[in-house]
């Protein structure tokens, strides 16, 4: 089986990519969409992992199902921006995962300086794993078969990730969702929808997976107050 097809079969939807809401107007204004480290010009960088200690600077980080809530919480701690300081997830189509080159990594993709980073992506299988050398728990009996053992899983696509390729956006509350359409109108992308799910944006969703349940979000339909 490829790739997308073993995410499929255990029920994937969608990989996730979160950033700034400040990064959007870059990434829905052109159709390259979400660009890696080493494409970003410089004049324009904002990048949320400026380490990189991967050191996959030509790919771009993506999660499956679940964003990794737990970089998150520590990228919005560590944001020193007073102005632009809400953020916002990306939902991506797997079939990217036909038409893009594309690594994985079982658990965080940074963990002893990229070592657990495997470049045959149709052995992605693995993250779904009951016991994995990288992570110190178990996979939970209940857990949700959608969503790999280590919640900090990662797949990296290479060069970017196309504007087509983001079907969906999910924010913390109503106020983000407006904010978020107005620029979604703007573009005349519509089609995108939107969703609130704050604990998609926190890292309560984690416990509720491993106990066979999915958190709660939200859709927004703008178009009936128009």
């Not at 107007?25 to 400026?50: A, C, E, F, P, W």
């Not at 996979?139 to 969906?168: F, H, V, W």
């Not at 978020?180 to 992308?189: D, F, I, R, T």
Request: proline fraction near 3%.
């Amino acid at each position: 089986m490829t790739a997308y097809e073993i995410l499929i079969d255990r029920g994937v939807t969608r990989l996730c990519h979160f950033t700034k809401f400040q990064s959007l107007t870059h990434i829905l204004s052109s159709d390259y969409g979400v660009s890696s480290s080493s494409l970003i010009r410089q004049d324009m960088k904002n990048v949320t992992d400026k380490e990189r200690y991967d050191g996959e600077l030509n790919y771009v980080c993506c999660s499956v199902q679940y964003p990794n809530s737990w970089f998150l919480k520590k990228a919005m701690q560590n944001n020193r921006d007073s102005i632009f300081i809400d953020w916002v997830v990306m939902y991506i189509k797997p079939t990217i995962l036909k038409y893009r080159n594309a690594k994985f990594c079982p658990c965080n993709a940074s963990k002893n300086y990229g070592r657990y980073i495997e470049d045959n992506i149709d052995k992605i299988g693995m993250i779904f794993n009951e016991n994995l050398s990288t992570f110190k728990y178990s996979r939970s009996r209940n857990m949700l078969s959608c969503c790999p053992t280590d919640g900090q899983a990662e797949i990296l696509i290479e060069k970017n990730i196309p504007r087509d390729y983001i079907y969906a956006i999910a924010v913390g509350n109503m106020d983000m969702a407006g904010r978020v359409y107005g620029l979604l109108k703007l573009y005349g992308l519509e089609n995108i929808d939107i969703y609130v799910a704050p604990k998609v944006l926190s890292n309560e969703w984690s416990e509720m997976a491993r106990n066979g349940k999915k958190p709660l979000e939200t859709f927004c339909d703008f178009s009936k107050e128009e």
